[in-house]
């Protein structure tokens, strides 16, 4: 491939003149030049200038079985060359498709027993909209319409990903839709820590209801949530939280949808998590993890109840994505998740889980953590001002944005949400792979604290 003859800094030079880059400061990107990722293996990166990183973050929360895996790409090649695409608008369908959606409901909670494929999260996250209004229209109920979310809640970038999350500088570039409101997030450390727990579990539950009285029952919708928040800054919620959001939806008449873009395939410890935290959701929506990133797949499971109204009394659903369903991406899909059951890869991490755990809570002593919060192979590692006091930077985010460029510099990728480093690592990460990573996060927790002492 010809381009793969350029150096680095010509990469550098075409991306500023000619890429606009998602979630991206433009001009501080111009300054810098992007780090150029060339090829990956198992749990580490190679960038242009032959740096090896380890991969904690599993891309952008979605390489669960890690990288270079032969037979998703044998799979893509024979189905291209089977048959590349074919869509499911009109009666028709692709085996990959009909298998796929099968084996959906087959491994998802409850009773999601239909599939509705998209590409990408947000536009799974387009049809939850979508289809649950459309269900109260069938129901007589054609009010029912606002969505109930919580602040820092990610549901993706289009107009209705963006108004359905709670992210306020996102709302504030993109005129957040009527018909979405947002509660406070079950975030103990930030706005809990008077309270024990599980009370603050349920006072941030009892924040739905509050909302459901203010709105209306009979105007409400759903309420959505992933079971941790993970754009939000891995959001662990206390074991309270869930069972009472669940008896809330169900005492208002609320479908509750669940959002497993991250939790889902693995990554909590149990297939979903749904799972992992006993809820029991009338639609989830899903992606990343459906194909492990290795090609863009995404769709939601549907409950009984709401498909066998849209199913008996709806007629035609004027919805749909001329990708959904695609044959390549299905096909991926369903070896994706062959491999993740044939290698127990879920079991396996949950073990690894443990002695990531202790060695996180080793870091937890460093002087400038706050707290180390996990659950199976997602995490977050909280920086604060003071620790004893458990008092949080005043300028959001500086300290982070440090730490991370120090990860990098040591040859780790993390994520830096405000001043939480997170940690989401593919499901294949062994014990000398969590050395790994805790022995780089421990040289730059180092570092940021001989670097903010100095400042
Ligand atoms: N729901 C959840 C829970 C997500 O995390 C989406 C929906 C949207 O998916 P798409 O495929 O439309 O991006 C997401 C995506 C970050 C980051 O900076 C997180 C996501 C995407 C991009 C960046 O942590 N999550």
Request: net charge negative.
């Amino acid at each position: 491939m010809a381009y793969l003859n350029r150096t680095t800094k010509q990469w550098q030079e075409i991306d500023t003149k000619h890429h606009l880059h998602p979630f991206t400061d433009y001009k501080s990107l111009a300054e810098e030049g992007s780090i150029i990722v060339t090829k990956a293996d198992g749990v580490h990166l190679t960038t242009s200038d032959d740096k090896q990183l380890l991969d904690a973050m599993s891309g952008l929360w979605c390489v669960n079985v890690g990288y270079g895996r032969k037979n998703l790409a044998e799979v893509a090649y024979k189905q291209m060359q089977e048959l590349p695409y074919y869509n499911s608008f009109f009666k028709t369908a692709t085996p990959p498709s009909i298998e796929l959606a099968r084996e959906l409901a087959e491994l998802s909670p409850n009773d999601l027993n239909h599939a509705f494929f998209s590409s990408s999260g947000s536009e799974a996250n387009d049809t939850v909209v979508r289809m649950v209004r459309r269900y109260w229209d069938l129901k007589g109920k054609p009010n029912k319409k606002t969505f109930i979310s919580r602040e820092f809640a990610y549901h993706g970038s289009t107009m209705t990903g963006m108004s359905l999350g709670g992210m306020t500088a996102m709302h504030a570039q993109g005129d957040l839709m009527p018909g979405f409101e947002h509660v406070l997030p079950p975030y103990w450390y930030k706005y809990g820590n008077e309270m024990s727990h599980e009370d603050f579990g349920i006072f941030a539950a009892n924040k739905i209801e509050e909302k459901i009285n203010e709105i209306g029952a009979d105007n409400v919708a759903a309420f959505i949530g992933e079971p941790i928040q993970g754009a939000g800054g891995v959001i662990i919620p206390p074991d309270s939280y869930w069972p009472r959001v669940q008896e809330i939806c169900n005492q208002y008449d609320i479908l509750l949808v669940v959002d497993e873009v991250i939790c889902g395939f693995g990554r909590t410890g149990n297939w979903f998590g749904s799972d992992t935290y006993n809820i029991k959701p009338d639609i989830i929506t899903m992606a990343k993890g459906i194909t492990s990133g290795y090609i863009p797949l995404s769709g939601i499971m549907i409950g009984d109840s709401v498909s066998d109204t849209i199913i008996n009394e709806g007629g035609e659903f004027y919805h749909g994505y001329t990708y959904s369903g695609h044959p390549v991406a299905c096909a991926v899909s369903l070896e994706n998740l062959k491999i993740i059951k044939e290698e127990n890869l879920i079991e396996q991490s949950r073990q690894v889980s443990i002695y990531l755990e202790q060695q996180m809570r080793e870091i937890e002593k460093h002087p400038l953590v706050g707290e180390v919060r996990m659950k199976s192979f997602i995490g977050a590692v909280e920086l604060v001002k003071d620790k004893e006091k458990m008092e949080m930077f005043e300028d959001t985010g500086v300290v982070g944005t440090i730490c991370r460029d120090y990860c990098i510099e040591n040859g780790l990728v993390m994520r830096a949400v405000r001043d939480g480093m997170i940690f989401c690592p593919p499901l294949i990460f062994n014990n000398s792979h969590v050395d790994e990573l805790c022995e780089k996060l421990k040289k730059s927790l180092d570092q940021t604290h001989n670097h903010i002492s100095k400042s």
